[in-house]
């Protein structure tokens, strides 16, 4: 299985900073990287899938880049909205498999 | 119309198994693969397996081989995952999800259930 490490697992920020997540592959999966974000309670929402194709209605303060086994999502000016827990999937194989998360706590 | 639409919460005994079921709107159900999902209590996410409603194909995570089971039900446009032999850690919640493109490889899961809480407790 291919494994997906994210890094921070957690960070501290304010609103309207510039955050970046990274997500490493263990072996290459071109551009076959989603990102989820999830808030307590509820499911995991898409908001960007092959790794800069950003999903309908999510902020154009999302953005995504990289393909092999590098990539990255950034928010460009954090709002309270954002605050939340992002994970990594790749879908380049069988079985998909998410990163640990990243979560994205109020400073 | 709200796309996916879990069953209620359940408790389970060590041993006995589970079935969650997954409501899908018809257009979802004749045309996306609905995918399985579950997230322990404070852990991260964990794919089961996927189910092509219309054909009924399915692939399962290899950790799950021999004890999970996923139909459907195509007068309710209904799926279902069914998990046996049920242990401590099985306790999570389970999500069904479609498949953003249905192809290979897929674009990532745009749709899901609500969720549904699935405790083993003796």
């Known amino acids: 299985d291919i494994q997906m490490t994210q890094s921070p697992s957690s960070l501290s920020a304010s609103v309207g900073d510039r955050v970046t997540i990274t997500c490493r592959a263990s072996q290459n999966i071109y551009s076959y990287l989603n990102w989820y974000q999830q808030k307590p309670g509820t499911a995991p929402k898409l908001v960007m899938y092959i790794a800069s194709s950003i999903q309908n209605g999510v902020p154009s303060t999302f953005s995504g880049s990289g393909s092999g086994t590098d990539f990255t999502l950034t928010i460009s000016s954090l709002q309270p909205e954002d605050f939340a827990t992002y994970y990594c999937q790749q879908t380049y194989t069988t079985p998909p498999t998410f990163g640990g998360g990243t979560k994205v706590e109020i400073k | 119309q709200v796309p996916l639409v879990q069953s209620g919460a359940e408790v389970k005994k060590p041993g006995a198994s589970v079935t969650v079921s997954c409501k899908a709107s018809e257009y979802i159900f004749t045309k996306f693969y609905i995918h399985w999902v579950r997230q322990g209590p404070g852990l991260g996410l964990e794919w089961l397996g996927v189910?092509?409603?219309?054909?009924?194909?399915?692939t399962y995570a290899e950790k799950f081989l021999g004890r999970i089971t996923m139909t459907r039900d195509t007068s309710t446009s209904t799926v279902y995952m069914e998990l046996g032999s049920l242990r401590f850690d099985d306790t999570a919640v389970y999500y069904c999800?479609?498949?953003?493109?249905?192809?290979?490889?897929?674009?990532?899961?745009?749709?899901w259930g609500q969720g549904t809480t699935v405790t083993v407790s003796s």
């Open positions: 999800a479609k498949d953003f493109n249905s192809n290979f490889p897929s674009y990532g899961l745009d749709v």
């Open positions: 189910s092509n409603p219309s054909g009924g194909g399915t």
